[in-house]
């Protein structure tokens, strides 16, 4: 009989059962017939990993590492698993009742104890993925993914691009509602709308905000092809094409201030129509 018990903090319940699954292959005699008691669960992703033929699947599995040696430890030794029929379903539970009367038994001499450590590098000897010098242990895309989100986070939280954003945010002077209506483009099409122009509307919305929209000192930092320099090309005035310049370059066919008086104008008329023009009050600035 094999009892298997696992040091460990925090680990999976699962993981831990098909480590022991492992130990308990390596260790069994040739020729032999063995019967696994093993969880439901256990016995569902076994079955369900081998017979996969889908590569990319398989390398989602949160288990991967532990499936695939269990898998190639298997088909290398020739070992069967068939499932349990009925009688000896009856024999199972015949020797799980021994077993536990086995294990009431305080009085048991002969009993030897190994510790076994299962190093992960080990497992699968080729194509580990190591990030950060700790070994990704599956779930590869859905990890990926996490790391994805938790870099740009980091970088649009720190960027230093925003830092006006978070002072109007501090002062609730910014009306995130209307942004995020806005950036998301649900003032022309639906939340279940989507097509080219959704997506380009969206994308350089989301850049603007952002502060992120392809400038010659954008793309002369990401080291763009065929960029030599972050001049501005429209005004040839030997200044830096930023976000801010674009917005008050000489070369623009409309100035930023145009805009803002139509804009003014356009919702004045609204508020007319609406017979609204009394609630709110339009101040204009003239430096």
């Known amino acids: 009989m094999l009892l298997a018990k696992y040091e460990c903090t925090n680990e999976n319940e699962f993981k831990i059962l098909l480590r022991s699954l492992i130990i308990g292959l390596i260790i069994v005699s040739e020729r032999s017939d063995l019967i696994l008691g093993i969880n439901e669960k256990i016995k569902n992703w076994l079955f369900d990993f081998m017979t996969n033929l889908s590569n990319r699947k398989k390398i989602d599995s949160e288990f991967y590492l532990e499936l695939l040696f269990i898998e190639k430890l298997l088909d290398n030794n020739n070992i069967v698993l068939k ?4 009688k000896e379903y009856k024999k199972l539970v015949e020797k799980k009742k021994k077993a536990r009367e086995i294990l009431k038994d305080k009085n048991i001499i002969q009993m030897m104890n190994y510790k076994i450590d299962i190093i992960d590098e080990a497992l699968v000897n ?20 996490k790391v994805t989100d938790a870099i740009w986070k980091n ?43 959704d997506t380009y509307d969206r994308s350089y919305r989301i850049k603007n905000i952002l502060k992120e929209l392809p400038t010659y000192d954008t793309l002369l930092k990401r080291n763009t ?26 070369g623009n066919e409309v100035m930023i201030d145009e805009v803002a008086q139509k804009a003014i104008y356009r919702f004045k008329k609204i508020l007319e129509t609406n017979d609204q023009q009394d609630e709110i009050k339009i101040s204009i600035l003239i430096s």
Do not use: A
């Not at 499932?83 to 009925?86: A, G, L, W």
């Not at 080729?126 to 993914?145: D, F, H, P, T």
């Open 155 to 197: 970088k649009i939280l720190n960027s230093e691009k925003l830092d006006d954003l978070f002072m109007y945010n501090f002062r609730k002077e910014f009306d995130w509602e209307t942004t995020l209506k806005f950036i998301s483009n649900r003032s022309i099409f639906t939340s279940r709308q989507c097509n080219q122009k």
């Open 126 to 145: 080729e194509y580990n993925l190591i990030w950060n010098k700790k070994i990704v242990l599956g779930g590869y895309r859905n990890w990926r993914k």
């Open 83 to 86: 499932e349990h029929k009925v």
């Open 225 to 250: 092809n065929r960029i030599d320099n972050d001049l501005c090309k429209r005004c040839n005035k030997n200044e830096k094409e930023t976000w801010e310049h674009i917005w008050i370059c000489e």
